[in-house]
């Protein structure tokens, strides 16, 4: 007969891909806020480890933390939080009988695709769910439930009110058809703004610490460039002016091209190149 644990959990599920995989791994294992050495799992398309103090710190509060870094909530399917543990399959099934609020209605957010219509089949179809009034909807809810199937038949879950998804584990854009981000260009620009992110203090003041001329070789349709231009550096000493030469033959986004510190030479890199030797 299986058994349930107090623990705390935070993941995040996406696309099968390799690289992306890596990131996150990465991410989440060296983060002050989680705990590998506790627990990790992890497969080409999810990635779940324990939060901080082995697995006792609040997940949502761990989760909140984690999804400051640029690009983390963006690039996920579902983003997670857990607060038990259940020793298979059959185990956890029973204990949704148990936990379910009387009349609640409940969506899912469960990894793997088909362990997610297994809890739904299971919610639909339970007599014991029937007589308290509890069904499943992915709109007008009550409650998220979360589960990821982990190795050998164990189950990370956790059931949080309609407010917790809203606040913390819902990603930006959830149920808006068309969400507008703070960064919202294109994928380069989320790229460029994880990799400034991740400077030091002394780092940024190293790189921008002056006025600084950046060239965005390739800076079509200027996710990079317009970011640059933008750019404010929390610097001591305060802000630098940054000035972008953007080359590509192709045309820049209007925003990025009319911005005062923008200029673009459109033309391949080698001809811009050759001019310059001439």
């Given at each position: ?122 919610i639909d179809t339970g007599e014991v769910f029937k007589q308290r009034n509890v069904s499943s909807s992915p709109t007008g809810f009550t409650h998220l439930l979360a589960a990821v199937q982990l190795d050998n038949e164990r189950v990370g879950w956790g059931l949080y009110t309609i407010d917790q998804y809203r606040d913390t584990i ?109």
């Amino acid at each position: 007969m299986g058994s349930t644990t107090q623990f705390n959990l935070v993941g995040v599920s996406f696309y099968e891909n390799p690289s992306l995989c890596e990131r996150y791994i990465s991410y989440l294992t060296t983060s002050p806020f989680t705990c590998p050495s506790t627990l990790l799992y992890s497969s080409h398309s999810c990635v779940v480890v324990a939060t901080s103090k082995s697995g006792t710190s609040d997940p949502l509060t761990v989760l909140t933390s984690l999804t400051l870094r640029n690009g983390f909530s963006r690039c996920s399917g579902r983003m997670f939080a857990m607060e038990k543990v259940t020793e298979g399959l059959d185990a956890f099934f029973r204990e949704l009988e148990n936990h379910l609020p009387l009349g609640s209605i409940v969506r899912t957010h469960a990894h793997p695709k088909d362990f997610a219509q297994d809890i739904l089949n299971y919610i639909d179809t339970g007599e014991v769910f029937k007589q308290r009034n509890v069904s499943s909807s992915p709109t007008g809810f009550t409650h998220l439930l979360a589960a990821v199937q982990l190795d050998n038949e164990r189950v990370g879950w956790g059931l949080y009110t309609i407010d917790q998804y809203r606040d913390t584990i819902a990603r930006p854009g959830d149920g808006d058809r068309s969400p507008n981000f703070e960064l919202n260009f294109n994928r380069a620009e989320l790229k460029i703004a994880e990799a400034v992110q991740l400077l030091s203090l002394e780092e940024c003041e190293t790189v921008f610490g002056d006025d600084l001329l950046a060239v965005d070789v390739g800076a079509a349709p200027g996710g990079w460039t317009g970011y640059l231009a933008e750019y404010q550096c929390k610097k001591k000493t305060g802000p630098a002016t940054i000035s972008v030469i953007a080359i590509d033959p192709a045309e820049l986004d209007p925003k990025v091209a009319n911005l005062d510190n923008v200029v673009h030479l459109q033309h391949k890199a080698e001809v811009v190149s050759r001019e310059e030797e001439a």
